[in-house]
């Protein structure tokens, strides 16, 4: 049976790096894949992997039906044998549903790969409607940790390294960023509702007379 497949995580947690080995892996066995992202760090149209391999995918916009996509494709006798999305949470969650349709409609099976929620812990749509929609979710096991070596299962945004806690849902960046431009951090849940940061936790840790912290 297809199925629909949500790989779920945080920022920096290998979803990319799994979606590869399984383009990979799947076209080392002859099937023909479709990979969709949207905003991928290396790029419009690409799919990377903080270890550094990259592919080529096709970059989403707005409005765009992936069903009718993948139709097309077929009808001008291309394959489709699986589907990659990768950065699925900035989908619509109309494009979960063509999603969903893919698998129903046309057998194939598609793996989704996302973050579930944002740096106000909020889901975003995409992700939302895939916890609906989505025959299996998968956590993935590849674990980001916190600056204090917990799991990591909440992504903060940053500015020059303070957490804030305000702002649109969707600012590009990337968790290696580190100046005044906006980035993200991966954080534990305790961390994350302190809003410490590894930065502020160093600075906490140079200035005695803030400690210790006994709220909550
Ligand atoms: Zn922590």
């Given at each position: 049976m297809p199925e629909l497949?949500?790989?779920s995580g945080?920022?920096?947690c290998g979803k990319s790096t799994l979606a590869l080995q399984i383009e990979h892996n799947r076209s080392?066995?002859?099937l023909a894949g479709i990979i969709f992202t949207r905003n991928d760090r290396a790029g419009q149209g690409k799919l990377s992997s903080r270890l550094g391999l990259?592919?080529?995918a096709v970059e989403v916009e707005d409005g765009v039906d992936l069903y009718a996509h993948i139709v097309d494709h077929l009808s001008q006798g291309g394959r489709a044998d699986y589907v990659i999305a990768d950065e699925?949470?900035?989908l619509a969650p109309g494009q979960i549903d063509q999603l969903a349709r893919m698998v129903d409609d046309l057998e194939i099976d598609v793996?989704?790969?996302g973050i579930t929620t944002d740096f106000r812990t909020k889901l975003f749509p995409g992700s939302?409607?895939?916890?609906e929609l989505a025959d299996r979710v998968e956590v993935l096991q590849v674990e980001a940790l916190c600056w204090c070596g917990a799991r990591a299962t909440h992504n903060a945004r940053t500015v020059g390294g303070v957490m804030v806690v305000e702002g649109a849902q969707v600012v590009i960046g990337d968790v290696t960023r580190s100046t005044d431009e906006i980035g993200y951090e991966v954080l534990c849940r305790r961390h994350h509702r302190r809003r410490m940061t590894?930065?502020?936790a160093r600075a906490a840790a140079l200035s005695p007379d803030v400690l210790p912290v006994t709220a909550d």
């Open positions: 497949v949500f790989f945080t920022m920096d080392a066995r002859g990259v592919t080529d699925a949470q900035f793996y989704a790969f939302q409607r895939l916890v590894a930065a502020s």
